[in-house]
């Protein structure tokens, strides 16, 4: 069985990780503005990773002590195409037992107290993964 540590990429390769280095450098400002309110476990005390390789996807933000992935979504994710790899996408992590949530970056940038309480909120009603 595999440890904590062990799954906290779910078998994510060598250019993924170049790949989340990359977008960290080119971070939205609504990624930005949600960053300072998730990182140093200041979210209810949670450890959020920004641009995380998981699998073949680079999350923007993932809480794996409660297997938690937040996607904040610009205006490209309004085409029906980019809406089907997102579907797609959620349904793969979904599989592997990640819960996705997404947000418009309008809303962090309109209100990013309020989505850091439904961050929260949500993270609370899930589950801690097994730490074995």
């Not at 476990?41 to 809480?63: E, I, S, T």
Request: proline share 2%; net charge positive; with cysteine.
């Amino acid at each position: 069985m595999n440890s904590f540590k062990d799954n906290l990429h779910q078998g994510a390769e060598g250019k993924l990780f170049e790949y989340g280095r990359a977008l960290r450098q080119l971070k939205t400002k609504a990624e930005e503005k949600l960053w300072e309110r998730l990182r140093n476990r200041k979210a209810n005390g949670l450890k959020f990773r920004r641009q995380h390789p998981l699998d073949k996807f680079v999350a923007d933000f993932y809480c794996h002590e409660k297997r938690l992935v937040i996607e904040l979504d610009g205006g490209m994710h309004e085409s029906k195409m980019q809406k089907e790899k997102d579907r797609v996408r959620t349904e793969i992590l979904d599989k592997l037992a990640i819960t996705v949530v997404r947000f418009k970056n309008e809303e962090v940038l309109k209100d990013s107290i309020g989505v850091t309480k439904e961050i929260i909120r949500i993270a609370g009603s899930l589950p801690f993964a097994n730490k074995r």
